[in-house]
């Protein structure tokens, strides 16, 4: 959000709040998940207005950390951890929430063991062993559990040459209007 935008939306926020005008989505008779009140309002849109004027954004949260400022062009963002935010019984996350939910996990093929050549409609066996490398929150790495499964490979053109007749071999017929070659005239 530019600078010219966070201004637009504090002006909209501000006539809101002016207004008591809540919106439809805030409202209890619409089974708001979230019903509000005017005064609620107005002090909500107060915090967040102070918030931005603060630091200078609408990128507010719960924590446990606030984004100071950034820099989109030069893709820098700085954060600052809230005082005390683990200690504050309302905080709905253990210290080690996130990293636990936000595993960087993939998966590492090692090796493919399969033939070189086969026969349409023959079975075959090929190993594949795998990895599972956990990058983050620590790293750890754990060869892939082995599940079983029956592949039938086919190939569209290999099936249909496979099931084609015999073919004979025409000679290219003339056909009124072909050209003769210089040899033919």
Not at 29 to 55: A, G, R, V
Not at 130 to 154: F, G, H, M, N, W
């Given at each position: 959000m530019s600078n010219e935008q966070g201004k637009d939306y504090k002006a909209v926020l501000e006539d809101i709040s002016d207004t008591g005008d809540i919106p439809?989505?805030?409202?209890?008779?619409?089974?708001?998940?979230?019903?509000?009140?005017?005064?609620?309002?107005?002090?909500?849109?107060?915090?967040?207005?102070?918030?931005?004027?603060?630091?200078?954004?609408?990128?507010?949260?719960?924590?446990?950390?606030?984004?100071?400022?950034?820099?989109?062009?030069?893709?820098v963002i700085n954060m600052k951890r809230f005082t005390n935010i683990m200690e504050d019984t309302n905080y709905p996350f253990e210290a080690d929430y996130w990293s636990k939910k936000l595993k960087r996990i993939k998966l590492t093929l090692g090796s493919l063991d399969i033939p070189t050549t086969i026969q349409i409609g023959d079975s075959i066996d090929l190993t594949i062993t795998?990895?599972?490398?956990?990058?983050?929150?620590?790293?750890?790495?754990?060869?892939?559990?082995?599940?079983?499964?029956?592949?039938?490979?086919?190939h569209p053109v290999a099936d249909s040459i496979q099931d084609a007749p015999t073919q004979k071999k025409f000679a290219k017929k003339k056909t009124p209007n072909s050209k003769k070659s210089k040899e033919e005239k």
């Open positions: 439809p989505y805030l409202q209890d008779q619409n089974n708001s998940p979230f019903p509000m009140t005017e005064d609620q309002l107005s002090e909500e849109i107060q915090k967040i207005n102070s918030f931005y004027e603060t630091y200078g954004h609408y990128y507010d949260s719960n924590g446990p950390f606030v984004l100071t400022d950034y820099d989109p062009q030069n893709m795998a990895e599972i490398t956990q990058e983050y929150p620590e790293e750890t790495s754990d060869p892939a559990r082995v599940k079983c499964r029956t592949l039938q490979i086919s």
